[in-house]
Structures are given as structure tokens and as C-alpha cells.
């Protein structure tokens, strides 16, 4: 526990300052977790004997967070261009003998559209709006996932009797994931009070308690399952943890699972319902 803690101390130390500074400091600590999982995605599917292309993988992740951060309007061309290169990578593969070559072009691409795609709203949401504004949907939305995780954690492991997902992580219950929820319910509406009436008063007429009691509970029932999604690529490779670059916590993939699926849905909920 002592280092488990002394992790999440440091992480926090190097984190906190990037969320708040935002800009580039923050695009290097979250492009390093994202390019960092898909090392960890390359990894796991390896260990049973799948070859996802880890130049492609992990370069296409850094190339689509680097365009989404700096240079919006190649985005999806740089995606398309990807997706074709997996292609033909993977085609010249099969032809010197790798039988499971279209499989590990799925992989590839999977890897390129979950973690560098997908995995770019934890960028979009730090500037949605402005620079000034975002730090402010960052750090409502952020802690609804973490809200629900330890909600979860804590209830599950007392009270929890009922499995909810067995083979993809028996220690989680169904008495944890609705704890989870309702921890995420009050933080949202605490939070969005604070921030709209409290202090500075930074999101003063743009949310109210309701509001973020609501994206509360959309986070704090969908996020889980990018937990539960990792577990399945964890269960995919035979590996605990993705890897043990944290002391304590696992790896990349181990901290950022649930952070792609709360960015995600935050940042379109925010932007289409909220806004």
C-alpha cells in the first residue's frame, strides 16, 4: 500500500501542474501514457503469438495525437494514411509466411483507433473551448472516473457479493459498480456547484448541480468498461498488469482505461448538451 501510495503521490506531482499549465508540458505527459499503452497493447498480443505492427502501432498513436494537438486539419488524413499503411505492412507479412497476418492488421489498426483516436479526447477535453476554460472541464469530468473507481474499490471490497464480470475481473461487483455510480453522482453535482458558485466561479453559467449530477451518472456507468476493456486485453495476453512501469499500479493501460472512455463521453457531452 506504502508504494502503491508513494506512485500515485508522484504521478500526481507531475500530472497535477501539466493539467493546469496546460499546452505542450501537458501534451508530453499524456501523449507519454498514451504512447506508453500502445507499447503495452503490442505487448499483450504478442504474448500470444499475434504480431501487431509496434512501429505502426505506437508511431500511429504519436502521429495522431501530434496532429489532433497542432495541426487539426491532417488529422483524418493522417488517419487514413495510417489505416493504409497497416494495411500494406501487413500484406507483405502474410506473403513471407505470416498466416494470421489479417488478424494482426485488426490489431494494428484497433490499436491506432482506440489509443490515438479515441485516446486524443484526453487532449480535446483539456481545450475544450479555451485553454482557460478546458483546465476546468478536465478537472469535473477526470474525477467522476476516478470518484466511480474508488467508490467501487471500496464498497466491492466490502460488501461485494455479486460478481459482475467474472472473467474479465472477478473481484468486481455489481454492489461496487452501483456504489461507484452513486459516488460519481454526488461528485458531479458537488463539483459543478463549486465551480459555478463558489470561488472564482469559473464555469458561473455554463453548469449547474443538476447538470453535473447527470454527467455523474453517464460517466460513472459507462467509464467502468474501459476498465473492464483493458482486463480483456490483459486476459487476451495472460498478464496481470500491462506492464510495471508503476510500482503498485501496473502500467499505462492500468492508469488511462477508464481516463479514454470518461474524455470521450465527457467531452461530447459537454459540447452537445451542456454548452
Do not use: C
Request: charged share 15%; glycine share 12%; proline share 4%.
Amino acid at each position: 500500500m506504502l508504494r502503491r501510495t508513494l506512485t500515485a503521490l508522484a504521478i500526481a506531482a507531475v500530472g497535477l501542474p501539466a493539467v493546469i499549465y496546460g499546452g505542450v508540458f501537458y501534451f508530453l505527459i499524456m501523449g507519454a501514457f498514451l504512447v506508453g499503452g500502445a507499447w503495452e497493447y503490442v505487448r499483450l498480443y504478442r504474448a500470444v503469438k499475434l504480431e501487431p505492427s509496434e512501429p505502426v502501432t505506437v508511431g500511429g498513436v504519436l502521429v495522431i495525437l501530434t496532429a489532433r494537438f497542432f495541426f487539426a486539419d491532417i488529422a483524418i488524413p493522417a488517419f487514413v494514411a495510417l489505416a493504409l499503411l497497416a494495411m500494406a505492412v501487413h500484406l507483405f507479412a502474410f506473403e513471407r509466411g505470416r498466416d494470421h497476418a489479417a488478424i494482426d492488421f485488426g490489431i494494428t489498426v484497433a490499436g491506432i483507433v482506440y489509443l490515438g483516436w479515441i485516446g486524443a479526447y484526453l487532449l480535446d477535453l483539456r481545450n475544450l473551448i479555451s485553454d482557460e476554460m478546458g483546465v476546468w472541464w478536465f478537472m469535473l469530468v477526470l474525477p467522476l472516473v476516478w470518484a466511480a473507481d474508488t467508490g467501487g474499490y471500496s464498497i466491492g471490497a466490502a460488501y461485494g457479493k455479486h460478481k459482475m464480470a467474472p472473467r474479465l475481473s472477478p473481484r468486481k461487483s455489481w454492489e461496487g459498480y452501483f456504489a461507484g455510480i452513486f459516488t460519481s453522482v454526488l461528485i458531479g453535482a458537488f463539483f459543478a456547484y463549486a465551480f459555478s458558485s463558489l470561488g472564482p466561479r469559473p464555469l458561473d453559467g455554463v453548469i449547474n448541480p443538476m447538470q453535473g449530477a447527470l454527467l455523474g451518472l453517464v460517466i460513472g456507468t459507462l467509464a467502468p468498461l474501459g476498465d473492464l476493456g483493458e482486463s480483456m486485453f490483459k486476459r487476451q495476453g495472460g498478464l496481470k498488469d500491462s506492464s510495471n512501469i508503476f510500482p503498485g499500479h501496473g502500467g499505462f493501460l492500468d492508469r488511462i482505461d477508464s481516463w479514454i472512455w470518461g474524455a470521450a463521453i465527457g467531452y461530447f457531452l459537454i459540447q452537445y448538451f451542456i454548452l
